[in-house]
């Protein structure tokens, strides 16, 4: 009954190892300084081919959200992961707006019956050291989560989300744009003029559909990426055919609007719109659709000549 014992344990341990770096892990991150700070709530979710590891690490930091693309390594033999700079908003800031510290993960992965953890810290890069202390944390394993799920864990946060300056809240998603009455009527500002251009330029490409996503909610939160090197790349966002943003450079940090599907249509589509091909054609991004059930990674990639769109349906 002990041999049973001991290899029962070994496979349970064994399978949380063997499962390598990917997925979801989320928890929360602590100042390694005396006193008492806020602190930080983070989910990471990764995926992983062979020692290389990408993925999204987003968090929360008093009541502003933070989202980012990054990418690192995953050592199987010694079970270290690491990704090198990481934003991290500095501890004392006010807002996400504020001063941000640029830091490394390092962390070990281990496993137990009770639960498959990452463990580590956000170490400080060297020009930061006397500014920027390290954050310790202690990341748990999690299937099919989303950033929403951090707050069902953290009852301690009352404020889920309030909009910053660099959000993008899209309620009835329209851009006024003029039409031929509107421009004898009244001078059209520059603004109008250039949504009106792009809208026309929009409407004369391809519409390329890539994937129908089922989704059990009627707000989305999208969130873009520049998928793979930022290299420039400016898009717009469509909403069933209206722009919702322009002039959008994608980066590594991500870009998130929060829609609301329109009921009285079979589907809703989201498009993006390459308003240049950055150093590296075509413009392509990582589109990240999350309901507060599911979340759905979708790679876009547009063209002069193409606009890639996606079609949304609510679960009946």
Known sequence: MRILIILSFIFITGQGIAQGIRGSWFGSADVLLGGS????????????????????????????YQTFYVKGTYNPQTREVLIKDVPITYFRASSSNDVECIMDLRATLTASKVSTNIKGVFSTQGKYKYTCPDIA???????????DSLIEKFAAVKKIWQPSEEDIIVN??????????????????????EARKILEEFSKRKEVVGQEIIVHSDSLRLTFYDNGIVDGDSISV???????????????????FYAVLDSTREYNEISMFAENLGSIPPNTALMVLTDGVNRHEIFLSSSFTQNSTIRVRRKR
């Open 172 to 193: 009835s998603p329209k851009v006024y744009v003029p039409d031929s009455i509107d421009l004898k009527v009244k001078e059209p500002t520059a603004e109008m003029l």
């Open 238 to 256: 469509f909403f069933n055919k209206e722009p919702i943003a322009t002039h959008q450079s994608l980066s590594e940090r991500g870009i998130i």
């Open 37 to 64: 700070h806020n602190n930080y709530l983070v989910e990471l979710n990764l995926k992983q081919t062979g020692k290389e590891v990408k993925g999204i690490i987003g968090y929360y930091f008093r009541d502003s």
């Open 137 to 147: 944390f202690d990341f748990v394993y999690g299937e099919a989560l989303n950033t």
